[in-house]
C-alpha cells in the first residue's frame, strides 16, 4: 500500500501560500522533490517562463460628485496609464449586452466579479479604456483579501488595457452614490520568471505506452491552498508510492503541474515541450480537489464514452459512489485532452457554502482524512486497472463533441488556431 501518515504530513506541511512563479511555489515543487528522494524516486524541474508584474503604484479616485480615493490593486501585467493617470466618465458594465457593449466607450468600467474571456472579449470590442472588476462578499465585507489579479496573456492578447480590482463593498459604493467620473493610475515593470513542473518516471515492465498523472501544486495568493490543490498533490505521492513498490505493466509520467492557477500554464508548457513525445502517452488522470469533508465525488471524462462506462462501473462494483460524466473540467486535465490525449479529472467537489477555494478560507480544517484516504484508495485501484491493463482499454481518440467542447472552454472560435 501506500503511506496514509506521510501523504497526510505531506498534506500539511505544503499547505501555504505558493503562487505560480514565486520562491514559495519553487519551495513546494522542491518539497515533493525531496519527499519522492525518500521513497527512492528520482525527479526533474522542467522550467517555463511565466510573467509577472512588479506593481509601482496603482491608485483608483473617484472624481465626481466628490472626491475620495478608493482601496485597489493594478492586475499584474496590465497596461500602464500615463504618468498622471486617466480620467473619464465612469460605467457600470453590467454584463456584455448590446446596451451595455454600445454605452461602454471611452469609459472607465465596472464590471461584475471575475474578468473571462467571453466577458473580455465584448469588453475590449466596445472601446472602453480601463477596467475596474471586484471581489469579496457583500455580507462579510472585511472576510475578504483584496484580489490580486491578473492580466492574462490570452486577454492581453485580444487588447492590454489598466485594471484593478476593488473590495465588492467599494463597488457597491460607486453605484450607489451616483459616481459619474474616475482617474485610474496603473504602473508596473513587466518581467519574465520561471514556473516549474516536477515530473517523476515509473518505468513499465512491458511496451512504450505511457500514462500520465497530473495534479497541480500552485496556489492562488492568500490562499494556503490546501483543498484546491495540496489534496491532489499528496493523491499523486501516495500513488507514486504504491507504484514505486509495484511495478506497473505500463509507463507512468508524474507531474506535478505548476502555476495551473494562472490558466493551466503547467500543462500546457508540458504538452507543449514534449510534443514530439506524446504519440505514447495514452491516457491522462488529473486529480485537482479532493478529501473534503463534505462534497460529492465526479470524474470529468474529456474522452469517448467508454471511459465514463468503466468509471461508473467500478464504483459500483468497489462501492465507492461517484458520477462520472463526459465534459471539460477546468484544469490540467484539458490541455492533454487539447492534444488528443483522452483525459480525465477526479475531484470531490464541496457543496455551497461547504468549503469554498480561492482565498484565505482554503485550509486544512474543511478537509477529513477519512474522505481523503477514500478518494485516494478508489483513484488508486483505478489506475492499477489502467496501469496494469492488459491493453489500455481507452481508445486513444478524443470525440468531436469533446473537441468543440474544448474550443469553447477555450473561447476559440471556429478554425481558429490552437
Ligand atoms: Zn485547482
Same mark, same amino acid.
Given at each position: 500500500?501506500?503511506?496514509?501518515?506521510?501523504?497526510?504530513?505531506?498534506?500539511?506541511?505544503?499547505?501555504? @501560500?505558493?503562487?505560480?512563479?514565486?520562491?514559495?511555489?519553487?519551495?513546494? &515543487?522542491?518539497? $515533493?522533490?525531496? @519527499?519522492?528522494?525518500?521513497?527512492?524516486?528520482?525527479?526533474?524541474?522542467?522550467?517555463?517562463?511565466?510573467?509577472?508584474?512588479?506593481?509601482?503604484?496603482?491608485?483608483?479616485?473617484?472624481?465626481?460628485?466628490?472626491?475620495?480615493?478608493?482601496?485597489?490593486?493594478?492586475?499584474?501585467?496590465?497596461?500602464?496609464?500615463?504618468?498622471?493617470?486617466?480620467?473619464?466618465?465612469?460605467?457600470?458594465?453590467?454584463?456584455?449586452?448590446?446596451?451595455?457593449?454600445?454605452?461602454?466607450?471611452?469609459?472607465?468600467?465596472?464590471?461584475?466579479?471575475?474578468?473571462?474571456?467571453?466577458?473580455?472579449?465584448?469588453?475590449?470590442?466596445? #472601446?472602453? $479604456?480601463?477596467?475596474?472588476?471586484?471581489?469579496?462578499?457583500?455580507?462579510?465585507?472585511?472576510?475578504?483579501?483584496?484580489?490580486?489579479?491578473?492580466?492574462?496573456?490570452?486577454?492581453?492578447?485580444?487588447?492590454?488595457?489598466?485594471?484593478?480590482?476593488?473590495?465588492?463593498?467599494?463597488?457597491?459604493?460607486?453605484?450607489?452614490?451616483?459616481?459619474?467620473?474616475?482617474?485610474?493610475?496603473?504602473?508596473?515593470?513587466?518581467?519574465?520568471?520561471?514556473?516549474?513542473?516536477?515530473?517523476?518516471?515509473?518505468?513499465?515492465?512491458?511496451?512504450?505506452?505511457?500514462?500520465?498523472?497530473?495534479?497541480?501544486?500552485?496556489?492562488?495568493?492568500?490562499?494556503?491552498? &490546501?483543498?484546491?490543490?495540496?489534496?491532489?498533490?499528496?493523491?499523486?505521492?501516495?500513488?507514486?508510492?504504491?507504484?514505486?513498490?509495484?511495478?506497473?505493466?505500463?509507463?507512468?509520467?508524474?507531474?506535478?503541474? #505548476?502555476?495551473?492557477?494562472?490558466?493551466?500554464?503547467?500543462?500546457?508548457?508540458?504538452? @507543449?515541450?514534449?510534443?514530439?513525445?506524446?504519440?505514447?502517452?495514452?491516457?491522462?488522470?488529473?486529480?485537482?480537489?479532493?478529501?473534503?469533508?463534505?462534497?460529492?465525488?465526479?470524474?470529468?471524462?474529456?474522452?469517448?464514452?467508454?471511459?465514463?462506462?468503466?468509471?461508473?462501473?467500478?464504483?459500483?462494483?468497489?462501492?465507492?459512489?461517484?458520477?462520472?460524466?463526459?465534459?471539460?473540467?477546468?484544469?490540467?486535465?484539458?490541455?492533454?485532452?487539447?492534444?488528443?490525449?483522452?483525459?480525465?479529472?477526479?475531484?470531490?467537489?464541496?457543496?455551497?457554502?461547504?468549503?469554498?477555494?480561492?482565498?484565505?478560507?482554503?485550509?486544512?480544517?474543511?478537509?477529513?482524512?477519512?474522505?481523503?484516504?477514500?478518494?485516494?484508495?478508489?483513484?488508486? @485501484?483505478?489506475?492499477?486497472?489502467?496501469?496494469?491493463?492488459?491493453?489500455?482499454?481507452?481508445?486513444?481518440?478524443?470525440?468531436?463533441?469533446?473537441?468543440? &467542447?474544448?474550443?469553447?472552454?477555450?473561447?476559440?472560435?471556429?478554425?481558429?488556431?490552437?
Amino acid at each position: 500500500m501506500y503511506n496514509q501518515k506521510k501523504t497526510s504530513a505531506l498534506l500539511k506541511t505544503m499547505s501555504f @501560500e505558493r503562487f505560480g512563479g514565486t520562491k514559495e511555489e519553487l519551495k513546494c &515543487a522542491k518539497l $515533493i522533490q525531496e @519527499e519522492l528522494k525518500k521513497i527512492k524516486l528520482d525527479s526533474k524541474l522542467e522550467s517555463f517562463p511565466v510573467q509577472m508584474g512588479n506593481i509601482k503604484k496603482a491608485k483608483l479616485e473617484v472624481v465626481a460628485p466628490f472626491k475620495i480615493d478608493i482601496e485597489c490593486n493594478a492586475y499584474m501585467c496590465c497596461a500602464n496609464t500615463p504618468a498622471k493617470g486617466i480620467e473619464a466618465d465612469f460605467y457600470y458594465f453590467e454584463q456584455a449586452s448590446e446596451v451595455n457593449v454600445k454605452q461602454a466607450k471611452g469609459k472607465i468600467c465596472l464590471v461584475n466579479g471575475y474578468v473571462g474571456m467571453k466577458l473580455y472579449k465584448d469588453f475590449a470590442k466596445a #472601446g472602453a $479604456i480601463a477596467l475596474i472588476s471586484f471581489n469579496g462578499n457583500i455580507d462579510f465585507p472585511n472576510g475578504y483579501d483584496l484580489d490580486r489579479r491578473e492580466m492574462r496573456k490570452t486577454l492581453a492578447g485580444i487588447k492590454n488595457i489598466p485594471a484593478v480590482n476593488i473590495l465588492v463593498k467599494d463597488a457597491m459604493m460607486l453605484i450607489e452614490k451616483n459616481v459619474s467620473k474616475v482617474k485610474l493610475t496603473t504602473i508596473q515593470e513587466t518581467t519574465t520568471v520561471k514556473s516549474h513542473n516536477v515530473v517523476c518516471d515509473i518505468k513499465g515492465t512491458e511496451g512504450s505506452d505511457v500514462i500520465v498523472l497530473t495534479a497541480h501544486y500552485d496556489s492562488v495568493r492568500f490562499s494556503k491552498g &490546501a483543498y484546491d490543490n495540496a489534496t491532489g498533490s499528496v493523491c499523486l505521492y501516495a500513488l507514486a508510492d504504491y507504484f514505486s513498490k509495484n511495478q506497473p505493466k505500463h509507463t507512468l509520467r508524474f507531474v506535478w503541474c #505548476g502555476s495551473e492557477e494562472r490558466g493551466l500554464l503547467g500543462s500546457k508548457a508540458y504538452v @507543449e515541450k514534449h510534443k514530439k513525445e506524446l504519440d505514447d502517452i495514452k491516457l491522462c488522470i488529473n486529480i485537482d480537489m479532493i478529501g473534503s469533508t463534505l462534497g460529492k465525488r465526479i470524474a470529468v471524462c474529456t474522452s469517448d464514452m467508454s471511459l465514463v462506462n468503466c468509471i461508473d462501473y467500478l464504483g459500483k462494483v468497489v462501492g465507492f459512489p461517484i458520477s462520472a460524466k463526459q465534459d471539460v473540467y477546468s484544469s490540467d486535465s484539458t490541455p492533454f485532452a487539447d492534444a488528443d490525449i483522452p483525459a480525465l479529472s477526479f475531484a470531490r467537489i464541496t457543496p455551497n457554502g461547504g468549503g469554498d477555494i480561492h482565498h484565505r478560507y482554503d485550509v486544512l480544517e474543511h478537509l477529513s482524512d477519512r474522505y481523503l484516504f477514500e478518494d485516494i484508495d478508489f483513484i488508486l @485501484e483505478f489506475t492499477k486497472r489502467m496501469a496494469n491493463a492488459y491493453i489500455i482499454p481507452v481508445p486513444r481518440v478524443v470525440p468531436q463533441n469533446m473537441k468543440d &467542447a474544448i474550443d469553447a472552454y477555450f473561447c476559440r472560435e471556429k478554425g481558429e488556431k490552437k
